[in-house]
């Protein structure tokens, strides 16, 4: 029985077609013959289907093997020919639910299209919902039915089970803007709690002491998990007052910031400041002041996270820490040139958020006349 190196760094894919090829080329299959069909190669490698079709096309893309419609897949010669490099087609895996909804995750999809043009990638949107998530191998189905060649993964919905079975299957993937503890090492992520503690120490500086958080899917998020997180560090850190009743958790879409905003500003002891975990939520918060008249920065700073294209042209405009999206699509490009590298030892790239004051932060104590 033919086995392949379960530990080593080489994926399975690139060892199947280099174990297949070595069969071919010393005389174990010969010219004209009819290899092993896929349900077999299965069997005697102890692999998947996706492995054995991956190894396969890598050999007719060089020439070495012929598939034929019905009849099976054949040797055409034993020596290789030099192929000019193809494009990647990668699949950019996103929660459907966000579509639409979450700022951030629509200016990346444009972002990382635009990056891959200049690496030769072809970025192919892929939704997936609970649907296709319930399915144990619902990822993997998607990857063979679109003929994608890897993944980038940014959608925090997708178990650590699914991204494991996705690794065993030799499927290169890179995880964006998540965090998971299956065995992946590429991954392009953000200093979370610096972020936070930038957006924080920004509000300290201008006297606020008393600043509200409000975020959006805090029980099953965990990257909004790790904002509350540093939050809570950051009172700590500057001396703020540490109030659990200041923190607000919203709906996936933003749903109840309104609702949520109104009833900090009617404590008896209202905040001076909101943190906002996503800059998206702004719009709700925005409306809440003008409709209980509550002038913003005058009565309430306001600072946001994540990068808006909105942030500017809002009135007054969104001070925010965030992490330009062109910057994250370009390192996420980079490191897609890597994970098709058998040899790729796997990379991290932390970026760092940059502080944008505007003009929806002041002192905590200034009546400053916002002007229409």
């Avoid at 379960?6 to 280099?18: A, D, F, R």
């Avoid at 191998?137 to 494991?164: H, R, Y």
């Avoid at 702004?282 to 409709?291: D, L, M, Q, R, T």
Wanted: proline share 5%; hydrophobic share 40%.
């Amino acid at each position: 029985m033919s086995t392949l190196t379960l530990s080593s760094p080489v994926t399975k894919y690139h060892q199947l077609k280099e174990s297949l090829f070595e069969r071919i080329s010393t005389g174990g299959f010969l010219c004209g013959a009819k290899i092993p069909t896929e349900p077999e190669l299965m069997e005697e490698y102890k692999v998947s289907r996706i492995t054995v079709r991956q190894a396969i096309s890598a050999l007719v893309a060089e020439g070495v093997l012929s598939k034929q419609q019905g009849r099976g897949t054949f040797v055409v010669q034993t020596r290789r020919k030099k192929i000019a490099a193809q494009r990647k087609n990668v699949g950019l895996l996103i929660y459907e639910p966000a579509l639409g909804v979450l700022g951030l995750v629509n200016q990346l999809i444009g972002c990382i299209n635009d990056a891959a043009q200049d690496n030769d990638l072809n970025i192919i949107l892929t939704p997936v919902n609970e649907k296709i998530l319930s399915r144990k191998d619902g990822v993997s189905e998607i990857v063979e039915e679109k003929g994608l060649d890897g993944l980038v993964i940014t959608a925090e919905e997708i178990p650590d089970e699914v991204l494991e079975r996705l690794r065993k299957q030799t499927i290169p993937f890179l995880l964006l803007l998540r965090e998971s503890s299956a065995n992946n090492p590429f991954l392009v992520k953000l200093d979370i709690r610096d972020g936070v503690l930038k957006a924080m120490a920004a509000l300290a500086e201008k006297g606020h002491r008393r600043v509200a958080f409000l975020g959006g899917h805090l029980s099953a998020s965990p990257v909004a998990g790790e904002k509350l997180a540093a939050y809570r560090d950051a009172l700590k850190n500057f001396g703020m007052e540490q109030d659990e009743g200041l923190i607000r958790e919203v709906g996936y879409e933003g749903e109840g910031t309104f609702a949520a905003t109104r009833e900090l500003l009617a404590l008896p002891s209202s905040p001076t400041a909101i943190f906002i975990s996503d800059s998206f939520l702004s719009f709700g918060v925005y409306e809440a002041c003008v409709e209980i008249r509550r002038q913003i920065p005058g009565d309430l700073s306001i600072i946001g996270m994540n990068e808006s294209p909105f942030a500017k042209t809002l009135k007054p405009s969104l001070a925010t820490v965030e992490v330009p999206v062109r910057e994250i699509a370009a390192s996420a490009c980079s490191l897609l040139k890597e994970i098709f590298d058998p040899q790729a030892q796997g990379r991290t790239i932390m970026l760092k958020h940059h502080l944008y004051p505007r003009e929806s932060v002041a002192g905590a104590n200034l009546k400053l006349k916002i002007k229409n």
